[in-house]
């Protein structure tokens, strides 16, 4: 297996301006993870679902933030409009349990850079 | 919600044991305590996890006081490799809100 794959690795985009970010987990990963890495805040947690159903997202910032999993292979996390605010890494990640963390794979991450 | 803290940075040098402690005064009863490794422009790698007493795998050792307020990860004979950013995370998953990792622990590991 590849591994957790995300798109695009690096992004540039100007403020208002809607960013998509993509995942692709783990092949038989039930759990899949969106995280946020800045130097302010460190590495948070935003929303996470298992068996492509939206468990918790008490951690998405604001409404400007979601995220969707249409599929097992598949979950995309929107932000519109961006914000300055936003630049940061984002991670996704999966697992084949929710509190076993040790099965829990990161993917590359995507830098995002709003202007 | 559980806040963690750890050294900013570490130095040691390749073949030493490391011990880098993190402290969580108010860790609550269903949080574990997991340790991850990230190296820049990659995501955090899976260390050690644990709940109480000790823990150890192939990798690292994770100490954990009868009282949880702290907890060690001890590496043995570290080597250039273990350079990195370690961060402590204490929480569960049952709320996404409470899953902080924290500015985590910069280990430089010298010849």
């Known amino acids: 297996d590849a591994g957790v794959i995300q798109s695009p690795r690096h992004e540039v985009t100007e403020m208002g301006q809607e960013v998509t970010l993509r995942c692709k987990p783990i092949s038989g990963h039930d759990y899949l993870f969106w995280y946020r890495q800045t130097m302010m805040r460190g590495l948070e947690l935003l929303i996470y679902?298992?068996?492509?159903?939206?468990?918790?997202d008490s951690g998405m910032p604001e409404d400007r933030f979601s995220a969707k999993m249409p599929n097992a292979s598949f979950s995309t996390l929107k932000i519109q409009p961006s914000e300055p605010r936003d630049s940061a890494v984002y991670f996704c990640a999966s697992s084949l349990s929710g509190q076993d963390q040790e099965t829990q794979y990161f993917g590359p991450g995507t830098r995002l850079l709003v202007l | 919600l559980a806040k963690t803290t750890q050294p900013i940075s570490m130095d040691s040098y390749e073949g030493q044991e490391v011990n880098i402690t993190c402290s969580h005064n108010n860790i609550a009863t269903n949080d574990y305590i997991t340790w991850y490794q990230q190296f820049p422009s990659q995501g955090p790698r899976f260390i050690i996890q644990?709940?109480?007493t000790k823990v150890t795998n192939e990798v690292a050792s994770l100490f954990i006081p009868a009282d949880r307020k702290s907890s060690t990860l001890s590496l043995p004979r570290v080597s250039l490799s273990d350079t990195a950013v370690y961060y402590c995370l204490v929480g569960d998953y049952s709320s996404a809100s409470k899953i902080i990792f924290g500015s985590g622990t910069r280990l430089s590991i010298r010849p």
């Open positions: 644990g709940y109480k």
């Open positions: 679902f298992n068996n492509n159903v939206p468990i918790d």
